[in-house]
């Protein structure tokens, strides 16, 4: 039985209470989706990356977070040309920003237990660790 976006895995239960998730047409745009910005992402110049690096344990997952995001964002717009109320607006806004923050912190963790665990084993540990306290602190100065 698939499992409902808001599902917690392997429980069956709801991680929203009831009556406060997003409305029927964000839920229905929660589905799978192809990225249409794929690959877009800005790149730090001169980093060392490969593709085994960029794909950590918790790969799959952040997509999925990411297309849930892209459903939700394209809900706020639909809910903003459809003149929804302000505040419901809002609330999906930061439905969005936690969810985006949440999925960055996946990638931090697989970044340190993939990226920086293999610098720190190939003896290049001070250069990754500089690297990873840079992005933490631009991350923590965006939220």
């Not at 409902?4 to 964000?26: D, F, I, M, N, Q």
């Not at 989706?33 to 980093?47: D, K, L």
């Not at 720190?120 to 840079?134: V, W």
């Amino acid at each position: 039985m698939p499992r409902g976006p808001y599902e917690k895995p392997g429980t069956g239960r709801s991680l929203v209470p009831p009556g406060t998730g997003p409305p029927a047409h964000v839920r229905r745009l929660l589905a799978d989706q192809a990225m249409p910005n794929w690959g877009t992402a800005i790149e730090t110049p001169g980093a060392d990356r490969t593709e085994e690096a960029a794909m950590g344990t918790n790969h799959d997952g952040i997509l999925r977070r990411l297309r849930r995001i892209e459903g939700q964002v394209t809900g706020i717009r639909k809910m903003q040309e459809d003149g929804r109320y302000c505040i419901d607006v809002l609330d999906q806004i930061s439905a969005a920003r936690a969810g985006l923050e949440a999925t960055a912190l996946l990638i931090l963790e697989d970044h340190v237990n993939g990226c920086v665990r293999e610098a720190i084993e190939e003896g290049k540990g001070e250069e990754k660790a500089a690297e990873l306290l840079e992005a933490v602190g631009r991350f923590a100065r965006s939220v």
